[in-house]
């Protein structure tokens, strides 16, 4: 196991394994990643080899991620090819959920094993304008994904202040319906517009003091950012509160990987990252991978830290 230098363990590597996308999401981050049309995406042999080397060292959690993982043609042939790796405890994906409706039955028998859908709203209207599809491809992606056995299945609601604020407890009555995980989000300044971010940005704090007051139980995910999750009747929903927390940067056990290749050891940061698919191109030994897996650890460091008192 591999930890930085503040003591904080990699455990969990989110590969993106594509930038293109479906959908038009206003909010979307592409897990930091920059906007490129022009990078090379990583061949299933090159994302086998680099996982490979991340669960060697103690990064036994991974997540798919893009962009949208599902629009690569070798989708089911990547996740078979990663869910055979000795050593992995945990695969699961991240995705708009559009194209799960024929995917999800072949995915979970190829060994994925758990899905996060993103779900901004339950109206039409709101979730065209929100993301530039069609509500019913990701309702049906829902469906077909616990009807597929998938456990759990996460919704990703992203709350925006002016868009899908006062529709919290209507996402919460979906989720207990369908026996979903809703997982509320803050919105995050990255890849968006000062301007935007400012207007839409809400917090989730009051809603928060709110589900504690109904909860039957509150738990506290010590893997993940010391998050809550809160136990109401027939439903579970977490809350996410990334900006200017130093809880969630001091409990951080994640890495990246972009879609081209480079190890990103931040969220929130472009100027450490480590190239590591260009010399697995270059014919490089798995040493030198490793090395370079154990270059990028060494540059994680919080990006919210404690304010000092004098």
């Known amino acids: 196991m591999l930890f930085d230098n503040c003591g904080r363990p990699a455990l969990n590597l989110r590969i993106s394994l594509t930038q293109r996308c479906n959908l038009k999401c206003v909010y979307c981050h592409r897990e930091g990643q920059i906007p490129s049309s ?48 000795p050593g992995l405890h945990d695969l699961a994906m991240t995705t708009n959920g559009t194209h799960l409706s024929i995917l999800a039955k072949p995915l979970r028998e190829a060994g994925l094993r758990r899905v996060n859908i993103n779900l ?29 056995g998938f456990y759990p299945v996460k919704l990703n609601t992203l709350i925006l202040n002016k868009v899908n604020a006062d529709a919290i407890p209507k996402m919460i009555e979906f989720a207990r319906q369908n026996q979903v995980i809703l997982q509320l989000m803050e919105l995050e300044p990255i890849n968006v517009k000062d301007d935007f971010y400012k207007e839409h ?3 989730l704090a009051g809603f928060e003091d709110e589900l504690r007051r109904q909860a039957l139980d509150v738990q506290t995910r ?14 579970k929903v977490e809350v996410v509160h990334p900006i200017e927390n130093t809880a969630f940067c001091a409990h951080c056990t994640r890495l990246r990987v972009t879609s081209d290749g480079k190890v990103k050891p931040c969220l929130m940061v472009n100027d450490n990252l480590v190239d590591v698919l260009t010399p697995i191109r270059n014919g490089v030994a798995d040493e030198e991978v490793r090395e370079l897996f154990i270059m990028a650890v060494k540059r994680r460091e919080p990006y919210y830290k404690p304010s000092k008192k004098n």
Do not use: C
């Open 38 to 85: 022009t990078l090379p995406e990583m061949t299933t042999d090159e994302v086998l080899r680099i996982a490979r080397m991340a669960v060697s060292l103690g990064m036994a959690r991974i997540k798919l991620t893009g962009g949208e993982p599902l629009l690569r043609s070798d989708i089911v042939d990547v996740v078979h090819a990663l869910a055979a790796i």
């Open 222 to 235: 010590g893997d993940m950012q010391n998050r809550h999750v809160y136990t109401l009747p027939k439903v």
């Open 120 to 148: 901004p709203s339950l109206d039409p209207k709101t979730y065209s304008m929100v993301t530039g599809g069609d509500l019913n491809d990701v309702l049906n992606g829902v469906s077909a994904t616990v009807k597929a």
């Open 201 to 203: 940005f809400f917090s």
